[in-house]
């Protein structure tokens, strides 16, 4: 079956640590996303990707960075320069880039923890 | 920024009854979404009305769009206990950019 793996499920950071989330799809979409998510505060767009080593910053891009050197794979790396880390990360993709009325498909998320 | 907001935050419900949930946006739109998350998983889409519809159905769900008053409805007739999950609703901008813009939600309870 077609899908977003995101792995790990669980991820903890110690003060200054850089860490790298993954996120896989075999959808064969485009264009990729990575959004945080805090308690009440919805979802929040940090980067995004539309082609093969090209990717945008969303409204809250300070902190972390991506790449994106294949179509199925758009890691996120959260810096020691976000200082506050913990949320709850989404990747999701979507089937073409640029165009309109484009459902994302989403994964199942990272949790990601301050030790 | 936030586009859309969701009405209300929080609903509780029994079982067989019908949840309405709201979503207010502020600028002009190509189409907005509906999305439903069980705690903890990520989004599942639900329904996508484009700007020139005003009503869509699926299954149990009805979503009107009142594109006047920049506003949503997204109605779950005859719910059940594996309704219970936050909703989103999810707004394009129209100045040609696929990115979404999500709510807050509004959390759902169905008690059997």
């Known amino acids: 079956d077609g899908g977003i793996t995101q792995s790990p499920k669980y991820l903890f950071r110690k003060e200054g640590q850089n860490v790298t989330l993954s996120c896989e799809q075999n959808l064969n979409h485009d264009a990729m996303y990575w959004y945080r998510q805090d308690p009440g505060q919805g979802l929040r767009l940090i980067y995004y990707?539309?082609?093969?080593?090209?990717?945008q910053k969303g409204d809250i891009a300070e902190g972390y960075s991506v790449s994106r050197e294949k179509k199925e794979s758009f890691p996120l790396t959260v810096t020691s320069a976000q200082k506050n880390p913990t949320a709850f990360y989404l990747c999701?993709?979507?089937?073409?880039?640029?165009?309109?009325?484009?459902?994302?498909?989403f994964g199942d998320g990272t949790r990601l923890s301050i030790l | 920024s936030q586009q859309g907001e969701e009405d209300p935050q929080a609903l509780s419900i029994q079982e067989g009854e019908n949840a309405t949930m709201n979503c207010s946006y502020k600028t002009s739109i190509n189409n907005l979404q509906w999305y439903r998350q069980n705690s903890g998983r990520g989004l599942v889409h639900l329904i996508l009305i484009r700007s020139n519809e005003r009503e869509k159905h699926s299954g149990r769900l009805r979503v009107t769009l009142d594109t006047s008053k920049k506003s949503s409805s997204l109605l779950i007739t005859a719910s059940r206990a594996a309704d219970t999950a936050s909703y989103f609703c999810?707004?394009?901008?129209?100045?040609?950019?696929?990115?979404?813009?999500f709510g807050k939600g509004t959390m759902l309870l169905v008690s059997p």
């Open positions: 990707s539309q082609i093969v080593n090209d990717f």
């Open positions: 999810a707004t394009d901008a129209q100045s040609g950019y696929s990115t979404l813009t």
């Open positions: 999701a993709s979507s089937k073409e880039r640029q165009s309109f009325n484009q459902p994302q498909h």
